[in-house]
């Protein structure tokens, strides 16, 4: 018998995430998702009038066809996702890969290759669907957050069906109030950073984009970012384990970065030019996400921190200006359990220690 807990998440991300609309087309794309989860999406489009189509992916065959990856090869597969993904009106992908560093072997010109084929696909995606992705509960993942499996899948869905409804004034008053500040000062441990997001739009994310979810993002103006930042939460990009990182700025641009993993850190960083300056900043706050574990849909969210993110800005009303091939969310903790730190707005104190201070936005605090 399925668990009503996945039926339940298959019509969140349907009725609510993406509205996905009587006669609109949907591409479910699984990777290592177990058949109940696709079942339950495909029903619950079907019940709301959309026409669902599937894809089904492995992570251990993704990585063979990335090490013997060839131009040719992924011009074919560019461009024949990108016409199918043409057809679509909405777009839901769960990753559910027992190993997150399956890909670390994969040689980084390869990796690089594979990113600038496949992202016309990704950018159709991002820009003309309705869209969410998701990762799926498993033993590996329960590991990585110290859980036992039960405890995490329990944990999992809490997470995921949290009622982002009811957070949606507080979440939209923090929203204005970004929109309305001009410069922005982070400090904490290892951290004294300083940037603008004077007439950059900011945006809050409530259950739609990406499930779980709890944030407001900006970006900065490319070239303000001043100072210096430590991150205290561990982060994979490209199937590498970093720890540590930690970065200089000076004119926006990442000046010196150094991490457990130095030579690959600064591989990631000059694999373009925009890969140096910041692409997104935001703040995030699902209660319900407390400790880091490497994956970076969760860590984003975590109560109490931030995130400041190296490569592309995302288009429209929070676009800088910043293009590049990279997109890395890395995490900083300001609650007292990772050494605190604090925001201000204009000088003004907005989160201390993790916590808001400001009567309209504590309904996002921990």
Sequence with gaps: MRDPRITQLARNLI????????????????????????????????????????NVQDARLTRELQLGATEAQYD?????????????????????SLNITESADVPPDRMKLVAQKMRPVTDYRVKKTKWCVLRWPNPSMAQLAGMSTEAFEDFYFRVCLLDYAALRPAMQALQDLMDRTKNVQITGPGTD??????????????????????????????????????????????G?????VKFEFSQGKIVKATANNTEAL????????????????????????????????????????????PGQAYEGGTDNGNVSQVHWDLVCIQRPDYGGGEIRFDGELIRKDGQFLLPELKPLNY
């Design 193 to 238: 950073l300083r940037f603008s997001i004077e007439g950059i739009t900011s945006e809050y994310c409530g259950g739609s984009k990406n499930i779980p979810d709890g944030e407001c993002y900006t970006a900065p103006v490319k070239n303000s970012v001043e100072g210096v930042l430590s991150y205290n939460a561990p982060s994979v990009y490209q």
């Design 240 to 244: 590498i384990a970093f720890d540590n």
């Design 76 to 96: 074919v597969q560019s461009a024949t996702q990108l016409a199918f993904m043409q057809e679509m009106q909405a777009y839901i992908a769960i990753r559910g």
């Design 15 to 54: 009725t609510h995430s993406i509205a996905l609309q009587p006669g609109e087309r949907i591409l479910i794309d699984l990777f290592d998702t177990p058949a109940d989860m696709g079942i339950a999406l495909i029903q619950a489009a079907r019940e709301a009038g959309g026409l669902p189509y599937v």
């Design 266 to 309: 600064n591989r990631i960083l000059d694999s373009d030019e925009g890969a140096r300056y910041i692409g997104e900043f935001a703040i995030g706050f699902n209660r319900e996400i407390m400790q880091p574990m490497r994956d970076i849909l969760f860590d984003e969210k975590i109560a109490g921190s931030f995130h400041f993110t």
